[in-house]
């Protein structure tokens, strides 16, 4: 996110150079630099004990490919606890085990995705509205069903090499 002005005490930022960061921008009321972030989301791949993956469809996503559960970050949760917290929303199961894979920066959304294994014992789905259907499958998936430009198709890819 581009600040233009700060975000504790509102007063116009101007850059200065800091040590090895170089020029970002600065706060000279708060005598502090004001770093840029993008958002921080999680997507994870939930398999259950009979090796099967669950998709979402999420229209508002994509109307051709399924998806893996993601979501955003919310200020005081570890990454583990916005996994945890997100498949339990969006799909209902409740995370036993979670294995880090990789981070990816998408540039066209401007967001930093954290990207996990979810091992989950199968229960009956609970959609949240953001949700639009969910199934099982088997793995290994038709890799079609993902966009071959998104992250869960790369995170499937990552998968594969385990």
């Not at 998709?55 to 994509?62: F, N, R």
């Not at 793995?139 to 198709?153: C, H, K």
Request: negative net charge; hydrophobic residues 35%.
């Amino acid at each position: 996110m581009k600040s233009i002005y700060c975000p504790h005490c509102g007063q116009l930022l101007h850059t200065k150079e800091i040590g090895d960061e170089g020029l970002v921008p600065f706060c000279e009321g708060c005598h502090k630099p004001i770093f840029e972030h993008s958002p921080v989301c999680i997507l994870t791949m939930v398999i259950n004990e009979y090796n099967e993956v669950a998709l979402l469809k999420q229209d508002y996503v994509s109307k051709q490919h399924l998806v893996f559960v993601a979501g955003y970050y919310k200020p005081g949760e570890s990454a583990e606890n916005t996994v945890k917290r997100e498949v339990y929303e969006e799909i209902g199961q409740t995370v036993d085990e979670l294995t880090y894979l990789e981070s990816f920066y998408h540039e066209r959304l401007d967001t930093l995705f954290l990207c996990y294994i979810s091992k989950v014992k199968k229960a009956p789905f609970k959609l949240s509205s953001e949700v639009d259907d969910v199934n099982w499958y088997l793995l290994p998936i038709d890799e079609s069903l993902l966009n071959p430009l998104g992250v869960a198709y790369r995170i499937y890819q990552r998968y594969k090499t385990l």
